[in-house]
C-alpha cells in the first residue's frame, strides 16, 4: 500500500538527513524538557520512600503492619496516579511548547525537498503555539470519546481480550492527527482540513501515531526524539501524498547535479 511505501520513505529520509549533521539543533528543546522531567520523576520517587511507613522495631512492625500496608498502597497508588498524569501532561508539552520549533522543523525539510520558502514572523509564531494547543485539547477530546464508546462496547460484547490494541490504535491515529496538523498549518488550511484528512486516510494517522509511541517507548531517549523523528517522517508523507514529491524533489536534485 502507498501508505506503507511512503512511510517506509520517510524514515529513511529522515534517519539519512539527520546522518548527514542537519537538524540535529532540533533535539535540543526537548532534551531540555526531558531533563526537567526525569528530574521530576526521580523527585517524586524519591518523596515516595521518604514517606513510607515502617519502624525500626520489629514488635510495631508486626503490630501495626496491617496500618502500614494500607497507608503505604494508597500512598503508592496516588504516586501512581502522579506518575501518570505527569508522562500525559509532558506529551502535552511536547506538542504544545515545541510546537513553533516542530513547525520550523517541518518547515526547513519541506523546503528542503521542495524548494518552497516560508517566512518565519513573530505572530505566525503565536498562531502555531495557540493552534496546537486548541488541536491537541480537540484530538484528546475526541480520543476520550472514542476510548469510552469502545469501552462501553467491549464490556458489552466482552471483548476485554483486545482491549489494549485498540487503546493503542486510539492514541495512534489522535497522536497522527496532531503531528499532520503542522503540514497543513504550513499549507494555510484549516483545522477541519486536518481533521478530513485524518478520517480520510486512518492508516496513515495509525502508522505516523505508531511510530511516535514506539519511539517514546524507548528508555531516556525516546523522549526527546520522538517528536522530531515523527514530524519529519509526517512531513515526507504529507509531501508524497500531497503529490509534492517526488515530482519537486527530483527537480532539486537534478539541479543540484548541475
Not at 510495631?60 to 497508588?77: I, L, R
Not at 462496547?153 to 493503542?168: C, M, N, Q, T
Not at 488550511?189 to 485524518?198: E, M, P, R, V
Request: charged share 15%.
Amino acid at each position: 500500500m502507498n501508505t506503507i511505501s511512503y512511510h517506509i520513505k520517510g524514515i529513511t529520509t529522515s534517519l539519512l538527513e539527520l546522518a548527514k549533521g542537519k537538524y540535529l539543533v532540533f533535539f535540543i528543546p526537548g532534551a531540555i524538557i526531558t531533563g526537567i522531567y526525569w528530574w521530576m520523576l526521580y523527585y517524586t520517587d524519591s518523596l515516595q520512600e521518604s514517606y513510607t511507613l515502617s519502624s525500626e522495631y520489629s514488635w510495631v512492625n508486626w503490630t501495626f503492619g496491617w496500618f502500614f500496608d494500607w497507608v503505604n498502597s494508597g500512598a503508592e497508588k496516588i504516586f501512581e496516579i502522579v506518575d501518570f498524569l505527569s508522562r500525559q501532561v509532558y506529551i502535552f508539552i511536547v506538542l504544545t511548547a515545541l510546537s513553533p520549533f516542530n513547525t520550523l522543523l517541518g518547515e526547513k525539510l519541506d523546503s528542503n525537498l521542495t524548494g518552497k520558502t516560508y517566512k518565519t514572523t513573530l505572530v505566525r509564531f503565536l498562531n502555531d503555539f495557540f493552534r496546537m494547543i486548541f488541536v491537541i485539547i480537540i484530538a484528546l477530546l475526541l480520543e476520550f470519546l472514542c476510548i469510552i464508546l469502545y469501552w462501553l462496547a467491549s464490556k458489552f460484547l466482552g471483548l476485554e481480550i483486545i482491549d489494549p490494541i485498540v487503546y493503542f490504535c486510539i492514541a495512534a491515529f489522535f497522536f497522527g492527527f496532531s503531528f499532520y496538523d503542522f503540514a497543513f498549518e504550513r499549507y494555510s488550511q484549516g483545522l477541519f482540513d486536518t481533521l478530513t484528512f485524518a478520517f480520510y486516510k486512518p492508516l496513515t494517522m495509525l502508522l505516523t501515531g505508531a511510530l511516535f509511541l514506539a519511539i517514546y517507548t524507548i528508555p531516556i531517549v525516546g523522549i526527546p526524539i520522538s517528536p522530531v523523528i515523527t514530524v519529519m517522517v509526517s512531513t515526507i508523507v504529507y509531501l508524497y501524498i500531497t503529490e509534492k514529491l517526488p515530482k519537486q524533489n527530483t527537480e532539486l536534485n537534478t539541479q543540484s547535479d548541475e
